[in-house]
C-alpha cells in the first residue's frame, strides 16, 4: 500500500471515528434528557459513560497529537531537501518556521536590569545630606527601597515569561536567551492562503 492509500484510509477512518462520536455523544444527551427526573444510581451510571467517553476522546487528540510530532518533521526535512521555507499546496500554505521556547528564565536579575535601566534614563539628581552636609545621589537614598520592592515582588510573583522584543528594546545589547533556557524547534506550519 503507497503513502496516497494510506491517506485514503486514514480519511475514511477519520470519518468513521467523528461519526460514531457523534452519535455516542447524541447517546449520551438522550440519556442525560431521560434521567433528569431518574433515580441518581443511573445518573451516576450514566455520568461515569460520559467520563469514560471523554477519557476516550482525550486519548484520540494525545494519538492525534503525537501522529503530528512526528509526521511535521518530515515534512521540514522534505521542505529542507526542496531548498524552500515556504511553498503553497493549493488552498493551503506551507512554512517552515523556527521558534524559541524559553524556560527557567533569571527572574532576580532580568527585574533588577529593567528597573536600573529604567533609572539610567532619569536624569540624575543629588540632595544634600542634612547631617553630614554631602551630596548624595537619589539612586543611593532609594536603593533599599528598591531592593525591597523587588524582593517582594520575586516572592509573590510567577514571572512564566518575558517579552523579549520589549527586552531588547528596553535593555540595549541584552541577549535574552542568556538569561533562560531556550529550546529551538523548527515546524511547518500550514494554514489556508492569507491567513
Known amino acids: 500500500m503507497n503513502l496516497n492509500d494510506k491517506l485514503i484510509e486514514i480519511e475514511e477512518a477519520g470519518n468513521e471515528l467523528r461519526r460514531l462520536m457523534g452519535e455516542a455523544i447524541r447517546s ?18 450514566t455520568a461515569d459513560k ?16 503525537d501522529a503530528d510530532a512526528e509526521a511535521n518533521p518530515t515534512l521540514v526535512t522534505i521542505m529542507d531537501n526542496m531548498g524552500t521555507k515556504k511553498f503553497e499546496r493549493g488552498p493551503l500554505s506551507v512554512e517552515r518556521r523556527v521558534s524559541s521556547y524559553r524556560t527557567n528564565w533569571q527572574n532576580d536579575v532580568l527585574v533588577r536590569s529593567v528597573i536600573n535601566t529604567a533609572l539610567d534614563e532619569i536624569d540624575p539628581r543629588s540632595y544634600v545630606d542634612q ?4 551630596f548624595i545621589n537619589e539612586r543611593e537614598i532609594v536603593a533599599p527601597w528598591l531592593d525591597a520592592i523587588v524582593d517582594r515582588l520575586l516572592a509573590c510573583a510567577a514571572f512564566r515569561d518575558w517579552r523579549v522584543t520589549a527586552l ?14 531556550v529550546k529551538r524547534t523548527v515546524k511547518a506550519v500550514v494554514s489556508a492562503k492569507g491567513k
Open 28 to 45: 449520551a444527551q438522550d440519556e442525560a434528557e431521560d434521567l433528569v427526573y431518574g433515580p441518581k444510581d443511573e445518573c451516576q451510571e
Open 50 to 65: 460520559v467520563v469514560d467517553l471523554l477519557e476516550i476522546i482525550k486519548a484520540i487528540k494525545a494519538n492525534v497529537r
Open 131 to 134: 547631617e553630614s552636609g554631602e
Open 168 to 181: 531588547r528594546a528596553h535593555i540595549p545589547g541584552l541577549d535574552p536567551d542568556n538569561f533562560c533556557d
